[in-house]
């Protein structure tokens, strides 16, 4: 475990001081400045030569200001001649940009991959991507780890008898699928039709949820509309006002704490790969991935495989 470094951005102090405690390792000593006109400066107040270089940063909002530093951080190293630069991005920002939807747009996961790749970042490593497919964007490894087991162990003490896991809409079937497996329960889906950025509708439930009470999952709550409008369908079509909701990616912008406030909700579980904004709300339960950051950086320094860290086809 020497000859490696661990440095963090500014988007997640907490989740960087967790795993540099599970390593048992300071973090890197660095400094990020803000210019009074907006720029980010990074310097790295340690020698990186010939090490391998770990940078954890969640592209969390406020998004871009947090990509630029991921990048800056990045750029640092290779001008300092580090080996290998690995960018552990737990949360990965426009992920959800990953196709045109026949419409004069960018792929802006694809842009973000691109840059990534051009300030001279070797590996990737996150979390519950939103699309595996993001990985095609990129030429050098990516790593997505899962949250779904952390989230079982989590959660299943909790669970209501006769519960369904209910994947929000179709993307995240196999997520759900997962879940279902572990907890020995069975899927629902639901159809989701996004009218704008932040409005969705649910067009139709398919599996019968009649008098049982709902898990419903995600990779992320933004505004909290998709969830919304979920339970809606759900207690329209007759479940048990028993909700609970595991997403790995607690955004919460806009009013989100106020449309998740519906009296079925019993729980909201999301992980800490962004930083909490949210303090004072007696649903919401957040489950540290540092141990699972930590054992991703072990197996990289074993040359140790992390396919068990990661979610599998089903
Ligand atoms: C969409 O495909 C994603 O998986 C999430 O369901 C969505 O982005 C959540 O956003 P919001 O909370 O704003 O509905």
């Known amino acids: ?11 997640n102090p907490d989740l960087a001081a967790a795993v540099s405690q599970k390593l048992n390792i300071p973090l890197g000593k660095s400094l990020v400045e803000c210019f009074p006109d907006g720029e980010v400066n990074v310097q790295l107040l340690e020698s990186v030569r010939e090490k391998a270089v770990f940078i954890l940063q969640s592209t969390a909002p406020p998004v871009n200001d947090h990509l630029v530093e991921l990048l800056a951080f990045a750029d640092a190293c290779r001008r300092s001649a580090a080996r290998r630069i690995t960018a552990i991005i737990p949360y990965f920002g426009y992920a959800r940009s990953d196709k045109r939807h026949g419409r004069r747009e960018p792929i802006a996961a694809s842009m973000v991959a691109e840059v990534l790749q051009a300030v001279g970042v070797t590996h990737i490593v996150t979390l519950d991507l939103h699309t595996p497919q993001i990985e095609g964007f990129f030429r050098i490894p990516v790593d997505s780890l899962t949250a779904v087991p952390i989230f079982c162990e989590a959660i299943s003490p909790h669970l209501p008898p006769n519960f369904v896991v209910v994947s929000p809409d179709t993307g995240r079937v196999q997520m759900a699928t997962q879940y279902a ?14 009218k704008s ?12 949820v009649k008098g049982c009470a709902c898990l419903i999952i995600d990779d992320m709550i933004s505004t909290g509309g998709t969830l919304a409008r979920s339970i809606e369908a759900l207690l329209k079509a007759e479940a048990r006002p028993e ?60 040359d140790g495989s992390l396919k068990d860290l990661c979610l599998k086809e089903v």
């Open 197 to 208: 950025g932040t409005e969705t509708e649910v067009t139709r439930v398919v599996g019968d």
């Open 243 to 302: 909700i609970m909701i595991a997403a790995t990616h607690g955004l919460f912008v806009k009013d989100a704490r106020a449309k998740l406030s519906h009296p079925s909700i019993q729980a909201v579980y999301v992980t800490d790969t962004i930083a909490p904004t949210e303090t004072d709300w007696q649903q919401l339960k957040i489950v540290s991935i540092a141990p699972l950051i930590a054992t991703a950086i072990k197996q990289f320094q074993v």
């Open 1 to 11: 475990m020497d000859n490696f470094i661990l440095f963090a951005g500014t988007a």
């Open 181 to 194: 497996q572990k907890l020995n329960s069975s899927v629902v889906v639901l159809h989701k039709h996004r």
